[in-house]
């Protein structure tokens, strides 16, 4: 396949998924190694850099980029086009893969802060620190949790995924006015739960 086939899934559109890239997901759900390709090429660096935006870890961050990647060779026959762009559909498999694991390494803290109960030899200080702030995210995720869901949606596009407002509108398939007053509806909602100061 030469450089002028494969040029079009390559260049994004303002604000939308790659041209082509509907189709070559569609393709890559029949079975097309080389459909399987161009998507890589093209979403390999968004699904990393989105993942890592989320977990703050390089090595964790590629671990699970690489995990969405076989999951969207896996799972591409469930793309359903009439439903949301292939971008929107793989970013929220990335973020949802992101969260699981941020989810499971707060599991292992937890573990860990059980364990460090039990030993007395272990400084309060590094305890309590560590304590504190698994507290103040357990805090955090309720509070996300206290939103609608396209205003949980979109602040975490916003704030996580560093989404512009027009390209959150995009993921959510949302109007842009929408997208912004529930985003702003959103922080103030989240600013009360936390007991931010103005």
């Not at 759900?29 to 161009?38: M, P, S, T, V």
């Not at 591409?76 to 292939?86: I, V």
């Not at 996300?144 to 979109?154: A, D, F, G, I």
Request: aromatic share 6%; with cysteine.
């Amino acid at each position: 396949m030469g450089a002028r086939d494969r040029s079009p899934v390559g260049e994004d559109r303002p604000g939308g998924s790659p041209p082509g890239l509907e189709e070559s997901l569609q393709a890559v759900g029949k079975g097309d190694r080389g459909a399987f390709e161009r998507v890589y090429e093209v979403l390999a660096p968004r699904v990393f850099g989105l993942v890592l935006r989320v977990l703050r870890d390089r090595a964790h961050s590629e671990e699970v980029a690489q995990e969405v990647l076989v999951e969207v060779w896996r799972s591409a026959a469930r793309f359903e086009p009439d439903k949301g762009s292939a971008l929107a559909w793989v970013l929220t498999i990335a973020h949802r893969r992101a969260i699981d694991r941020v989810r499971a390494a707060q599991a292992g803290t937890d573990r860990e802060e059980r364990a460090a109960r039990l030993e007395p030899h272990r400084f309060f200080d590094e305890v309590s620190e560590l304590v504190v702030g698994r507290l103040e995210g357990e805090r955090l995720r309720r509070c996300l949790n206290n939103l609608t869901e396209l205003q949980r949606e979109s602040v975490t596009f916003a704030y996580y995924g560093g989404y512009s407002y027009r390209e959150v509108a995009e993921l959510v398939k949302a109007p842009l006015g929408t997208v912004k007053t529930r985003m702003r509806d959103g922080l103030i909602r989240l600013r009360d739960c936390l007991g931010v100061d103005r």
